[in-house]
């Protein structure tokens, strides 16, 4: 099997082989495999950077949220407040109406009084203009003391029965 080999072909072919494998590495397998290296680093970086993203959107997701609920405590707080200050402005409305409506009784009470007093003045001095005509009728008349004090003392009556 070995005799037919033509020997110096054969060294020929593997020295030629050799060398196409040594050129083969250095210019092609070199910048494929160095082209490799650099698509597998960029991958690398771009899953990394995805990873980083998605930490940070995370992170960001968080502080809206936390965020989202400060809002609404705070939406919460002014509502509060806003109920508490408008109780307050009706309770306040209440007061000042009642206080209002308690002078406005005062400032009346006072009226009638005045207008009263003013009505028994006004009766008074017609009870003594009246007395006075009385006291001239029983003057004409000639009547005795008793008499005109019983004149008197009925009219009198008569007038405290209006008032």
């Known amino acids: 099997m070995f005799e037919n080999i033509a020997w110096l072909?054969?060294?020929?072919?593997?020295?030629?082989?050799?060398?196409?494998?040594?050129?083969l590495k250095k210019f092609a397998f070199g910048p494929i495999i160095g082209m490799m290296q650099k698509r597998e680093e960029h991958i690398?970086?771009?899953?990394?950077?995805?990873?980083?993203?998605?930490?940070?959107?995370?992170?960001?997701?968080?502080?809206?949220?936390?965020?989202?609920?400060?809002?609404r405590a705070e939406a919460q707080s002014i509502l509060a407040n806003a109920k508490k200050i408008s109780e307050?402005?009706?309770?306040?409305?209440?007061?000042?109406?009642?206080a209002e409506a308690e002078r406005m009784k005062?400032?009346?009470?006072?009226?009638?009084?005045?207008?009263?007093e003013q009505a028994v003045s006004a009766l008074r001095e017609q009870v003594a203009t009246l007395s006075v005509l009385v006291a001239t009728k029983v003057i004409e008349k000639e009547l005795d003391e008793k008499a005109q004090s019983k004149l008197i003392e009925d009219y009198l009556k008569e007038v405290g029965e209006d008032l």
């Open 9 to 23: 072909n054969a060294a020929y072919q593997l020295v030629v082989f050799f060398v196409l494998l040594v050129l």
């Open 44 to 71: 690398a970086n771009q899953i990394t950077s995805a990873e980083k993203n998605r930490e940070e959107a995370e992170k960001y997701l968080v502080e809206q949220r936390e965020a989202i609920q400060t809002a």
């Open 88 to 98: 307050q402005q009706t309770e306040e409305a209440i007061k000042s109406a009642k």
């Open 106 to 116: 005062d400032i009346a009470l006072a009226e009638i009084k005045r207008e009263k």
